[in-house]
DNA sequence: TCTCGGGTACTCGATTTAGAGTGCCTCAAA
DNA sequence: TTTGAGGCACTCTAAATCGAGTACCCGAGA
């Protein structure tokens, strides 16, 4: 229940707002955007309002005040709470110091390669890779203009680290572009082979019968006895 | 619609699996397992069922027949359909060539980095570090079993991948450290001095007021009049 | 003067998701 | 012989998520 509260992290930006005045969601929201933190965390108005109720609830924040400027919907003042102040704390700590299993799209993709026939998926890694050097001139450019306005790097880490994360990635997609090409990759004549004979589209293709199967597969699958 | 349909890449899994034949949805689960797949692809049970629902309604599959084993609960047997074949083609091809925009915890954490004292950072940090190396040190490990298995690189080029992006996240927590303990990362001065002064946790050290803040976040803030 | 695009500040509902729970089975040890 | 651990194959429900929608306001241009 506390665990499954500390999800989004679009909670946590909250309180770090709330932690520097109180104010309401849409302004928290603004001020994310202001300060270019929706590139680092997921911010949509949907679940804004959704943290912030379960944040009330869970007394890391109160409400201050309601107000109505003109006749606009009415918004609601929140404040931190000392319990919020820890949380805030406590929530970051365990951010940096335990990494957490993630499942980026592309470690997905890449786990059924073998579906696509081989120069297909050559011609889309090398427009995948296009694309990560298209982004990476522009972080850089951002970066750059940043740095001139005066910020200083402590406040523009999370892009730098981006962005290390990116050049990681081209230099892999380049690489597997190339030890695709050149055959290096083992494994790659079957694959060429087994599309070219129409074969089925798999993640393990068939001449290998996958080798993590074992007998296994067999287990749950063959008895297939009593249809009803 | 169907761009939402596909969010969750365990249905392209699904898909995957029946693509080699038909069976139910358990056993893709299990076949996924026995893959390893489950480490690139978010499985759990609640999302599967969900999932074929979700591909059966939008024609990708179809059940074949159902059949009780014994008294255990009943099972359903689904196919791949024409359109099926198709869709995973279609995504596929989606998911490699072009980018998808993520949002990693660590990014997310970073941003928020000038919250924590710079001591209980930088320790956080070294912590952090020793677990990456730690989950590296196994990653290479299952690599190196694997490969002795027989297992072309082909068919484990997403660990490949997942291990070069956990490199690259060591490698860039130890400049950080560095940076840090040096105070070759400009801020930090102003980070230490706010923290002793017993100042407001921000992600904008107050010394700054935040440079990208211009006078923009007044806009939103400062209409504090007809309380209600 | 009218209006039209863009910003403000939320609300709503349809999906999705996570994970615990269920009832059945098998096998092995006491 | 019983008992209990563990696997099978789902089902259920509470919570989270997302995007579209709403209702208002303001200022610039025709």
Redesign the pocket.
């Known amino acids: 229940?506390a665990?499954?509260?500390r999800?989004?992290p679009?909670?946590l930006a909250v309180l770090i707002c709330l932690g520097e005045r109180p104010m309401?969601?849409?302004?928290a929201?603004?001020m994310l955007r202001q300060r270019h933190k929706h590139e680092s965390v997921?911010?949509?108005?949907?679940?804004?309002?959704?943290?912030v109720?379960?944040l009330e609830?869970r007394g890391l924040i109160e409400a201050q005040e309601?107000e109505?400027?003109?006749?606009?919907?009415?918004?609601?003042?929140y404040r931190l709470t000392d319990k919020g102040t820890a949380e805030i704390q406590d929530w970051l700590s365990e951010l940096i110091s335990a990494p957490t299993k993630e499942y980026p799209a592309f470690v997905a993709a890449l786990s059924f390669l073998p579906a696509l026939p081989p120069d297909t998926a050559l011609a889309l890694l090398k427009e995948r890779a296009v694309s990560l050097e298209v982004e990476l001139a522009a972080a850089r450019g951002a970066r750059e203009y940043i740095q001139k306005l005066g910020l200083p790097r402590l406040l523009w880490v999370e892009n730098e680290f981006a962005m290390v994360l990116k050049e990681a990635e081209i230099d892999y997609v380049h690489r597997l572009v190339e030890d695709i090409t050149s055959g290096r990759l083992e494994g790659v004549e079957q694959w060429r082979q087994m599309h070219d004979e129409g074969g089925a589209n798999l993640m393990a293709p068939s001449p290998w019968q996958h080798p993590l199967d074992e007998e296994?597969v067999g287990?749950?699958?063959t008895?297939v006895k009593e249809i009803s």
Do not use: C, F, Q, W
Not at 24 to 27: C, R, V
Not at 42 to 51: E, P
Not at 68 to 76: A, D, F, N
């Open positions: 229940m665990r499954s509260s999800s989004n679009l909670a309401h969601p849409y302004e929201a603004t997921r911010l949509n108005y949907g679940s804004l309002y959704a943290v109720d379960s609830r309601t109505r400027p003109g006749r606009l919907p009415e918004r609601t003042i296994v287990k749950s699958g008895d």
